[in-house]
């Protein structure tokens, strides 16, 4: 990274509590009667998840999975590996994941396809942003907070080195190629 980048904010936190307000509005209209699981993908989740279900209210449940890619850090091999699994039998349940972000696809698709072995009554997506630009494989996001440009986010639970994720605004360095 380079040192001289300096932090922007792309969405405040006044910007954030509208988008989770709409997207737990058409959750609930989606969700309401099914005790949904609601599927957090660690650890860039768990900020957007926590907040997400305090808008919430009706029963539903919550469940973490974390998942890595194999091999070097800077470029996607394609290859996800389950690192924590979930402990909720998903089984004839409907499940939402809760992504911070969808950049590949490659990440929500292998869960997906990963979760529908297991025989749920449905899996839907939920992702707080979106960055079209880089996708690699198709994925279906059913819930989207922000479609938001190519760059490096962090805040609000999205780190960059473990660092920034108690950050309460998106943000993004300027100056980082
Ligand atoms: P994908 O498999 O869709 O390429 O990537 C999903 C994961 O990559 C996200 O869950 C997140 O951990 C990481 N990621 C992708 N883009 C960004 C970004 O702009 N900022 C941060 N902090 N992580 C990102």
Redesign the pocket.
């Known amino acids: 990274m380079n040192p001289r980048a300096e932090l922007r904010v792309l969405f405040n936190r006044r910007e954030i509590e509208a988008a989770v307000r709409r997207l737990a509005s058409e959750i609930s209209q989606d969700y309401r009667n099914k005790n949904p699981v609601l599927l957090g993908?660690l650890?860039?989740?768990f900020v957007f998840l926590a907040d997400l279900i305090r808008h919430l209210d009706f029963p539903l449940e919550v469940d973490f999975i974390e998942?890595s890619?194999y091999g070097s850090s800077t470029q996607?091999s394609g290859k996800?590996k389950v690192v924590k699994k979930l402990e909720t039998p998903v089984r004839d349940h409907d499940v939402l994941i809760v992504?911070?972000?969808?950049?590949?696809?490659?990440?929500?698709?292998?869960l997906i396809k990963y979760l529908k072995r297991q025989k749920p009554a449905s899996v839907r997506l939920c992702a707080l942003?979106d960055?079209p630009s880089?996708?690699?494989v198709p994925?279906k996001i059913d819930y989207i907070g922000f479609t938001?440009p190519n760059?490096?986010?962090?805040g609000y639970g999205?780190?960059?080195n473990q660092k920034?994720r108690n950050l309460p605004d998106i943000c993004?360095f300027e100056g980082e190629a």
């Not at 911070?100 to 292998?110: C, E, H, P, Q, R």
């Open positions: 993908i650890r860039g989740s998942l890619s996607t996800i992504e911070d972000i969808v950049d590949t696809g490659l990440t929500t698709a292998f942003t960055k880089r996708r690699e994925v938001v760059k490096f986010l962090v999205l780190d960059a920034f993004y």
